[in-house]
């Protein structure tokens, strides 16, 4: 018999088993393994990141990490409403990014982004015969962001700043699930939509752009569509193999104010590709309050000729969780450790550095309560 807690193990994998840092402005996979729990369920989740991220400029000098610590919190609600069906609520933070770079390097020096988001998700599952079900719901997603180019690097653009004030955009989720309770096994299949954005920048205009000044103007854009493919099965007593394929479609990203675009012919965010990411791992039930489990992930390269604002290109990770559960608790401690791909960042086609060997950590601790 696999108990709960071997679920709650990979419930707890969520963010350390490969997110933290997951495809392009990613923090989370966007995965709800809360509306799979039994009974009523109440979660409380908090994660804290930190990367190291370093690399030379074309002259050759230190950047220092340019990656900001950073922390996320999370909060899940589970409910039965009738035999065959349940709802569940999730907040969390799904999208952001945190990059500075301090005066050590002349070609990046006072290039900053920085991106905070906050998304409620409301959803239900209804169980139909034979073991399949489907499930859905709405997405409320708050988002704000800010960015300012410096350095040599960033040519008649050093100086240049924008700032999108916070909005709100709501999209859908939709997919369905077959499980086989005897071995364990189930296959979730989960869509998050695109949410769409019309927004109004803020932009501060350094001299070459017709500076200084500052303009405001509209911007449409939005956070990608995604495709979420989850499978647990038991492969012995007490012990269950998990893993899971999401694909993002960054390609559609592109975030383009008027003025910057206008005068440089490029967006200030774009992605050239989508970007899947793999995770397999297994969970053991040690003792009847006590399972742990192990994942590795692998996220598709990014693009190496990327942005100084994400000097980041795809990872490797290997994660671990604890999780200690009673009749009515459950706690979690999970911790993954993320080797990040080279990196060789370019602006309007020029090389400006190259971020090698980088690495980072994250830790998260969830506190659960059944009734």
């Known amino acids: 018999m696999i108990a709960r807690g071997i679920y ?79 709802a569940a609520l999730v907040v969390d933070q799904p999208f952001g990014i945190s990059v500075a770079y301090g005066p050590a390097s002349p070609v990046f020096a006072g290039t900053t982004g920085q991106m905070d988001s906050t998304a409620v998700t409301a ?20 988002l704000d962001a800010s960015a300012r180019l410096g350095g040599l690097g960033a040519g008649p653009a050093d100086g240049y700043a924008v700032r999108l004030g916070r909005e709100f955009g709501v999209g859908y989720v939709l997919g369905g699930s077959y499980e086989l309770p005897d071995i364990a096994l189930r296959v979730a299949l989960t869509y998050n939509s695109e949410i769409r954005y019309d927004a109004t920048t803020t932009e501060t205009l350094p001299a070459a752009f017709g500076g200084p000044a500052v303009v405001t103007a509209p911007i449409s854009y939005a956070t990608p569509q995604s495709l979420n493919l989850d499978i647990q099965s038991g492969i012995a007593e007490r012990t269950l193999v998990f893993g899971s394929i999401r694909w993002v479609d960054w390609s559609a990203f ?107 950590t994250a830790i998260e601790v969830k506190f659960g309560f059944k009734f």
């Open 8 to 86: 709650a193990a990979m419930a707890a994998m969520a963010v350390t088993a490969g997110h933290a840092t997951a495809g392009a402005l990613e923090q989370t996979n966007q995965s709800i393994p809360i509306l799979f729990e039994q009974g009523g369920y109440a979660e409380l989740g908090f994660t804290l990141a930190s990367p190291d991220v370093r690399g030379t400029d074309i002259l050759g000098t230190g950047t220092g990490n340019v990656g900001r610590d950073y922390s996320m919190g999370s909060l899940g609600l589970k409910l039965d409403l009738t035999d065959s069906m349940s």
């Open 254 to 360: 592109n975030l383009s104010p008027a003025t910057f675009t206008a005068a440089t012919g490029e967006a200030l965010a774009s992605y050239p590709s989508d970007i899947v990411t793999y995770t397999l791992g297994v969970g053991h039930q040690v003792t009847d309050s006590l399972s742990l489990a192990a994942a590795v992930a692998y996220e598709d390269e990014r693009n190496r000729a990327g942005s100084p604002l994400g000097p980041v290109n795809g990872y490797t990770s290997l994660s671990v969780a604890a999780i200690h559960e009673t009749e009515r608790h459950r706690l979690s401690v999970g911790i993954g450790h993320y080797w990040l791909r080279d990196a060789d960042p370019q602006a309007g086609g020029a090389p400006l550095g190259t971020f090698r060997d980088n690495r980072l």
């Open 123 to 142: 959803l239900l599952r209804y169980r139909l015969d034979g073991g399949w079900a489907i499930h859905g719901g709405l997405r409320g997603q708050w």
